[in-house]
């Protein structure tokens, strides 16, 4: 036999079919390589989408790598599942075609989910706040925890979550608070219309500069604001960087109080006269006549 012969013969038997295993008519096979799929995908699914969260987190930010690992998750799962059914023998052309029409009556049922989708998107563009931010989002204060593609959490100072669409978020006003480093804390002050203000302006300067949590530049400010029906209305802004706004707050009204008392400020306190017709001329008469007595009696 000859070298060429003895080739096509190896070539032959390599080309032949060999014997299929089976198991209740299921051929072995493709199970087992539908085994080895899921196996290994779903590890390296998580594992990816792992990676891709952190590395966008690390050059973008958190809110961004939250959210593209999660997009990476979702599309490797329809993924591995269109790949599961292959490997199992399922024609993917009904299954397409039954998805579509899910899809539609899906897309319909679901506007509102699409629609918070969308507007997410546009959060994550726009970016006009981020994880740990403190915003303002319709009178609810709080702190987000996390900024999702439908909605947004948020933590408020008494620890209650509020789930926030993000469909109201695009169309609400939103008040970051903690955006920038620095913050003034402005405070109310009211003096009686006998004062000085001059002086009350120098004082609450004074006040302003000593204390430890104020910064230099932006300097504090003193604006006279208005008359008021029984007051002077004065508003004092003093800058802080933003861990110290509530401490601030505090030493700031605590010193203005303890500087009036000593300087002799007052701080007027709104008062009211009550007519109860001849009542009130009847009591006027009693206690015009209480005085004259008693000082009929202090003269005797």
Known sequence: MSVLASVRLIQE??????????????????????????????????????????WVSQHMNLQAGLVAGKLVFYLGVTIL????????????????????????????????????????????????????DLIDVGGVLGRVMSIDTISVQLRTFDNRMVRIPNETLVKSQVINITRFPIRRVDVQVRVSLREDAARVRHILLEIADKNPLSL????????????????????????????????????????????????????????????FGRETARL???????ERRGSGEEAG
């Open 13 to 54: 038997a390599a080309e032949a079919p060999g014997p299929t295993l089976s198991l209740d008519g299921l051929s072995v096979g493709p199970l087992v390589r539908t085994l080895v799929v899921v196996a290994i995908g779903v590890p390296l699914l998580y594992l990816v989408a792992k990676w891709t969260r952190r």
């Open 81 to 132: 599942v269109i790949s599961t059914l292959r490997e199992m023998g399922f024609s993917l052309a009904p299954l397409l075609g039954a998805a579509g029409v899910l899809g539609i009556a899906l897309g319909f049922a679901s506007q509102t989910s699409v629609s918070n989708v969308i507007s997410g998107l546009f959060l994550i563009a726009e970016r006009p706040f981020v994880v740990d």
């Open 216 to 275: 230099m530049e932006p300097k504090p400010i003193v604006v006279f604001e208005r008359f008021g029906e029984y007051s002077m209305d004065f508003l004092l802004g003093v800058w802080t960087v933003q861990g110290n706004y509530l401490a601030i707050k505090n030493s700031i009204q605590e010193g203005i109080k303890e500087r009036f008392e000593a300087e002799g400020i007052e701080i007027p306190v709104p008062r009211r006269t009550l007519d």
């Open 284 to 290: 006027e008469a009693e206690l015009l006549e209480e």
